[in-house]
């Protein structure tokens, strides 16, 4: 692997957990921008969100994914909002291969309803929300995406390996 692997896709869409296999499946190391962010800053997301805003973390998320960008290759989960800054998508096509995982806003609305560490769902309707970050962002992911896998029907490790198979392939080509 000449390169990272970057996971991209919304809240929900399992760029921690399915990079996390995907890297042990690789045997490549795995780091992910939001708990590097975290470390890097002693605080957690919501924290930050409070205390700087969206635009302070998209600040900080910058630097994290520059840092990651120059360091080892290695399979990179990164936060859901990446995609928003053009300087952080030319980093993203320059220095990796980018997965964009794909889920529908039933599986989202599901998957992220397990926790409230998402500052940007801590709102009334959460579906409407969804559904509007997919509206904005959609274009984005793709735009930038390599290899675009879709995870809806697929368990963690299924879709590890689908992602693993795809990119493969993408790679041969
Ligand atoms: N394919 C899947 N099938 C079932 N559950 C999944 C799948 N992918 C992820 N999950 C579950 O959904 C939840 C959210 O997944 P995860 O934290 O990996 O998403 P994320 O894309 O990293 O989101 P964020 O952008 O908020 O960091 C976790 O509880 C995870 O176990
Ligand atoms: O989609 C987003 O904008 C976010 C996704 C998470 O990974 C975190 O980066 C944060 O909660 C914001
Ligand atoms: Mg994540």
């Not at 995609?83 to 989202?108: D, P, W």
């Not at 290899?147 to 029907?153: A, E, G, L, R």
Request: charged share 25%; net charge negative.
């Amino acid at each position: 692997m000449n390169r990272s692997i970057f996971l991209v896709g919304p809240m929900g869409a399992g760029k921690s957990t399915i990079g996390r296999l995907l890297a042990a499946q690789l045997q490549l190391p795995f780091a992910d921008t939001d708990k590097v962010l975290e470390e890097r800053t002693g605080a957690d997301i919501p924290w930050i969100f409070d205390v700087e805003g969206e635009a302070g973390f998209r600040r900080r998320e910058s630097e994290v994914l520059e840092e990651l960008c120059l360091g080892p290759h290695q399979v990179i989960g990164t936060g859901g909002g990446i995609v928003l800054l053009e300087e952080n998508r030319r980093l993203l096509q320059k220095f990796g291969h980018v997965i964009y995982l794909q889920a529908g806003v039933e599986q989202l609305l599901e998957r992220t309803s397990k926790n409230s560490n998402r500052p940007l769902l801590r709102v009334p309707n959460p579906r409407a929300r969804i559904e509007e970050i997919l509206q904005e962002r959609a274009p984005l992911y793709r735009e930038v995406a390599d290899v675009i896998c879709d995870t809806d029907d697929l368990t963690p490790k299924q879709a590890s390996a689908l992602v693993a198979e795809r990119l493969m392939e993408s790679l041969s080509q």
